[in-house]
Each structure stands twice: as C-alpha cells, then as structure tokens.
T-cell receptor
Framework: KAGVTQTPRYLIKTRGQQVTLSCSPISGHRSVSWYQQTPGQGLQFLFEYFSETQRNKGNFPGRFSGRQFSNSRSEMNVSTLELGDSALYLC???????????FGSGTRLTVV | KQEVTQIPAALSVPEGENLVLNCSFTDSAIYNLQWFRQDPGKGLTSLLLIQSSQREQTSGRLNASLDKSSGRSTLYIAASQPGDSATYLCAVRTVEYGNKLVFGAGTILRVKS
C-alpha cells in the first residue's frame, strides 16, 4: 500500500515569503501530525489533526498553521518565513492512538 | 514534562558485532514507545512499536525491550551490518500529551566493514 506522501520534496524560499506543504496520509489513517527537524533542536512536534480538527499543538508561533481536509490530506503553512524556519518538515499518519506512526520522506525547506 | 534521552550519542562498531542502544524517559505514563531509523536527509522508518503493556518486540535482527516503571528501553541489534549505519531515534507517546510523540536526540550508528 502507498505510504505517507509529502510534496514538494525540496523548497527554497526567501525571508518574508510564505510556504505551503502538503501531506497525504496512508489510506484510512485519520490522524496526521507534523514535526520540524533541525540539527539544533531535533524533532519537535508542530500539530496534530484528526477528522479535520486540530487536537494538539506544539510550542510554535502563530506563523505556523495547518489544516486537514475531509479526505484526511493535510497542509501546513508558514507565513513570514525566517531563516530559522529552514528545516526538514515531516508528516506522520496513524490509524489510532495505539498504532504506530508512519512518516513521510519529508519536505526540506531552505529559507534564504 | 516528558523528556527522552538516548545514550550513546554516537557509536562506531565493526561489522558483525551485537550492540545495544539505550533510551530513557522521565514520565512513565506512556501509551507506547517506538523506535525509528533515519538515513541522512531522509524521513523516519519505523522499526518497532512496543505498547505500554508489553515487555519486548522482535523483528529480524532487532529486539526492543521496555521497562516502563524504570523509564527505559533498549534496542538490541544482532550481527550488525554496514547497511545498519543510520541514526536511531526512540519516541514515546505520553498520556499527558495525547498523540504527540516526544523524541530523543538519537544515536548515530556507524558499522564499519
């Protein structure tokens, strides 16, 4: 079966711009989470969506937002990009709380 | 606040050795613990998931154990191969934080041929 698909794989943006990343979970998975990975901070939780509702949010500024559609696909948006937003953004999906999370290959965002 | 620590931070071993990676967590109220592998610049590959009620899980040359009361997990890799070289991450799903995974910083493993 198809895994978690993230698009695009790579992005280069300029400071002040905004960006939208996309994630398609495994078919049937209703929980989608986003994580930011940087060399200095490691993997940090951004937010989690379940059935189009945000259930949990990490400690990130309001410039980071997301949403989930009725088909469980999710997008995250970062506005007014800063150099520090350069990171690997990972999406993960899960069937239910007790099940394992499956991660996508990530989107590498570089802000210049 | 849940904190996850992985020891050692890096490990270099010759091919064929058995090795143990350690993971500790501060809050024992967890749903489960998951071990991942990450190759450079790539996403995370799930290796093993241990539910809070379980003591261990095995998959091929990998064996993960969980001692929830002491807040510890170990990942045992038997007969290591150069292809095992990667960063290994453990993550816990904590009751307090719902579906959020809290990750350790990882162990960078290098298996020399």
């Amino acid at each position: 079966k198809a895994g978690v698909t993230q698009t695009p794989r790579y992005l280069i943006k300029t400071r002040g711009q905004q960006v939208t990343l996309s994630c398609s979970p495994i078919s049937g998975h209703r929980s989608v989470s986003w994580y930011q990975q940087t060399p200095g901070q490691g993997l940090q939780f951004l937010f989690e969506y379940f059935s189009e509702t945000q259930r949990n949010k990490g400690n990130f500024p309001g410039r980071f937002s997301g949403r989930q559609f009725s088909n469980s696909r999710s997008e995250m948006n970062v506005s007014t990009l800063e150099l520090g937003d350069s990171a690997l953004y990972l999406c993960a999906s899960s069937l239910v709380t007790e099940m394992a999370y499956t991660f996508g290959s990530g989107t590498r965002l570089t802000v210049v | 606040k849940q904190e996850v620590t992985q020891i050692p931070a890096a490990l270099s071993v010759p091919e064929g050795e058995n090795l143990v990676l350690n993971c500790s967590f501060t809050d024992s109220a967890i749903y489960n613990l998951q071990w991942f592998r990450q190759d450079p610049g790539k996403g995370l590959t799930s290796l093993l998931l241990i539910q809070s009620s379980q003591r261990e899980q095995t998959s091929g040359r990998l064996n993960a154990s969980l001692d929830k009361s002491s807040g510890r997990s170990t990942l045992y890799i038997a007969a290591s191969q150069p292809g095992d070289s990667a960063t290994y991450l453990c993550a816990v799903r904590t009751v307090e934080y719902g579906n959020k995974l809290v990750f350790g910083a990882g162990t960078i493993l290098r298996v020399k041929s």
